[in-house]
């Protein structure tokens, strides 16, 4: 066992460290809404999973076994699933700081229109791609879920969880940065466009985006439906 196996581990337990440890913080107390976290991270997951499943099985990417532990389930590297559990929980840590320091949500009347407008790109995109699997699904995805929000959900927290993924990108930049220059993990270019920013492919922003937006959609539904109410019941 060389250290570069714990290359992937090492990356998923920094992303999660500091989000961890702040959970506590008096003010935030993120930490008491971590049940509902956790069921939005459990179904958002799920989905990723059955995708990261059968994309590693037909070979629009791959993983290098030099740079994991060597523990695989249904032919992913431990460290994959933990990806959607430590990426997820810092990212959500990062709206919700945002929230709570930041009084006005300065994006939030350029979040619906800016959303059709990206929706509109990405089905173009995917539809001129239709040959290019991870191209085609990522951007038609995301573009499906941009307009669900835009003219069904029309919930108020767009534009902060816009602010977060902007600064969310900094951090995914470096993580995935350092996956796909290694590479721990290998993307065939026929299923994408080619187009990289550094190493890493540009389908790849909006696979974070629409990660980051199913959790936080299924989180807010939760705390709307539960947290909320009991917490305004108990400060009566």
């Given at each position: 066992?060389?250290?570069h196996m714990?290359?992937?581990l090492?990356?998923?337990?920094?992303?999660?460290?500091?989000?961890l440890?702040?959970?506590?913080?008096p003010?935030?107390?993120?930490?008491?809404?971590?049940?509902?976290?956790?069921?939005?991270?459990?179904l958002?997951?799920?989905?990723?999973?059955?995708?990261?499943?059968?994309?590693?099985?037909?070979?629009?990417?791959?993983?290098?076994?030099?740079y994991?532990?060597?523990?695989?389930?249904?032919?992913?590297?431990?460290?994959?699933?933990?990806?959607?559990?430590?990426?997820?929980?810092?990212?959500?840590?990062i709206?919700?700081?945002?929230?709570?320091?930041?009084?006005?949500?300065?994006?939030?009347?350029?979040?619906?229109?800016?959303?059709?407008l990206?929706?509109?790109?990405?089905l173009?995109?995917?539809?001129?791609?239709?040959?290019?699997?991870?191209?085609?699904?990522?951007f038609?995805?995301?573009?499906?879920?941009?307009?669900?929000?835009?003219?069904?959900?029309?919930?108020?927290?767009?534009?902060?969880?816009?602010?977060?993924?902007?600064?969310?990108?900094?951090?995914?930049?470096?993580?995935?940065?350092?996956?796909?220059?290694w590479?721990?993990?290998?993307?065939?270019?026929?299923e994408?466009?080619?187009?990289?920013?550094?190493?890493i492919?540009?389908?790849?922003?909006?696979?974070c985006?629409?990660?980051?937006?199913?959790?936080i959609?299924?989180?807010?539904?939760?705390l709307e439906?539960?947290?909320?109410?009991k917490?305004?019941?108990?400060?009566?």
């Open positions: 066992m060389t250290i714990f290359t992937y090492s990356l998923n337990l920094l992303t999660i460290f500091v989000p440890i702040r959970s506590f913080e003010r935030i107390r993120y930490f008491h809404k971590w049940p509902y976290l956790l069921v939005a991270i459990i958002t997951g799920a989905f990723f999973i059955v995708w990261d499943v059968y994309f590693t099985k037909w070979g629009v990417w791959s993983f290098n076994h030099d994991v532990i060597g523990t695989f389930f249904l032919g992913l590297p431990i460290e994959e699933w933990l990806f959607f559990l430590t990426v997820p929980f810092a990212c959500v840590f709206y919700e700081v945002l929230k709570y320091f930041i009084q006005k949500d300065w994006l939030g009347a350029y979040a619906r229109p800016f959303s059709i990206l929706a509109i790109i990405l173009i995109v995917a539809f001129l791609s239709f040959d290019k699997l991870y191209t085609c699904l990522a038609s995805l995301t573009a499906g879920l941009l307009l669900l929000h835009a003219f069904v959900l029309k919930v108020r927290y767009l534009g902060y969880f816009y602010l977060a993924y902007l600064i969310s990108l900094i951090p995914f930049v470096l993580v995935n940065g350092v996956l796909t220059a590479p721990v993990v290998s993307y065939n270019n026929a994408n466009l080619g187009i990289r920013l550094g190493s492919p540009l389908e790849d922003t909006m696979y985006l629409l990660l980051l937006l199913m959790n959609t299924i989180y807010e539904f939760l439906r539960f947290f909320y109410p917490y305004e019941q108990q400060n009566q």
